[in-house]
T-cell receptor, first 119, second 120 residues
Framework: DTAVSQTPKYLVTQMGNDKSIKCEQN?????MYWYKQDSKKFLKIMFS???????INETVPNRFSPKSPDKAHLNLHINSLELGDSAVYFC??????????????????FGPGTRLTVL | AQKITQTQPGMFVQEKEAVTLDCTYD???????LFWYKQPSSGEMIFLIY??????QNATEGRYSLNFQKARKSANLVISASQLGDSAMYFC?????????????????FGQGTILTVHP
């Protein structure tokens, strides 16, 4: 009964290829996120979706395109992979911030991460 | 300016002792949340504790407590009775509220992390 799951866990590919990472959450959350953790362990947000709608899009190259078919899924597609894309990518989910007033916290729960290596 | 600063790249503690991991933050928002996550060598991000900016009491979760000093903008994590399994990277993070502006809404901004090593 994994809360936030990601596939694959490891992804090794050649420069120039296109790849996708899938994320699913079974927590009933409204908001999902993609974060990138670089080789220095620094974590930075890439995207956020709320009820399938894009609400945060940090300065990420156009080669990265998130897709949310429903509020339980947020996939990340990367075109024309580059060496600098090598990192660990984390998916996360949370309750919408508006529910905070009802006593819920908007704690973000993370998936296990996908280690992407571009050769 | 850094929004979240963790000044201790590495910390060492003896098993069964308490340790404090420092975190300072910078925001002009009134409504924000502060979080601590643990990342063991296996790589997953584990949520530890949450403190809301309007919460008057310091948050506690088992052996974890958050020493929240709002005026000083600090949110230090205290781990009591350290265990070998506490050895990991620890991240402090802040979520700003709607007043911070549309692009800040909801996202977590992380500090650089502190590597904690627990010695037997």
């Amino acid at each position: 009964d994994t809360a936030v799951s990601q596939t694959p866990k490891y992804l090794v590919t050649q420069m120039g290829n296109d790849k996708s990472i899938k994320c699913e959450q079974n927590l009933g959350h409204d908001t999902m996120y993609w974060y990138k953790q670089d080789s220095k362990k620094f974590l930075k947000i890439m995207f956020s979706y709320n009820n399938k709608e894009l609400i945060i899009n940090e300065t990420v190259p156009n080669r990265f395109s998130p897709k949310s078919p429903d509020k339980a899924h947020l996939n990340l597609h990367i075109n024309s992979l580059e060496l600098g894309d090598s990192a660990v990518y984390f998916c996360a989910s949370s309750q919408d911030l508006v529910y905070r007033l009802a006593g819920f916290t908007d704690t973000q729960y993370f998936g296990p991460g996908t280690r992407l290596t571009v050769l | 300016a850094q929004k979240i600063t963790q000044t201790q790249p590495g910390m060492f503690v003896q098993e069964k002792e308490a340790v404090t991991l420092d975190c300072t933050y910078d925001t002009s928002d009134q409504s924000y949340g502060l979080f601590w996550y643990k990342q063991p060598s296996s790589g997953e991000m584990i949520f530890l504790i949450y403190q809301g900016s309007y919460d008057e009491q310091n948050a506690t979760e088992g052996r974890y407590s958050l020493n929240f000093q709002k005026a000083r903008k600090s949110a230090n994590l205290v781990i009591s009775a350290s265990q070998l399994g506490d050895s990991a990277m620890y991240f402090c993070a802040m979520r700003e509220g709607p007043d911070a502006g549309g692009t800040s809404y909801g996202k977590l901004t992380f500090g650089q992390g502190t590597i904690l090593t627990v010695h037997p």
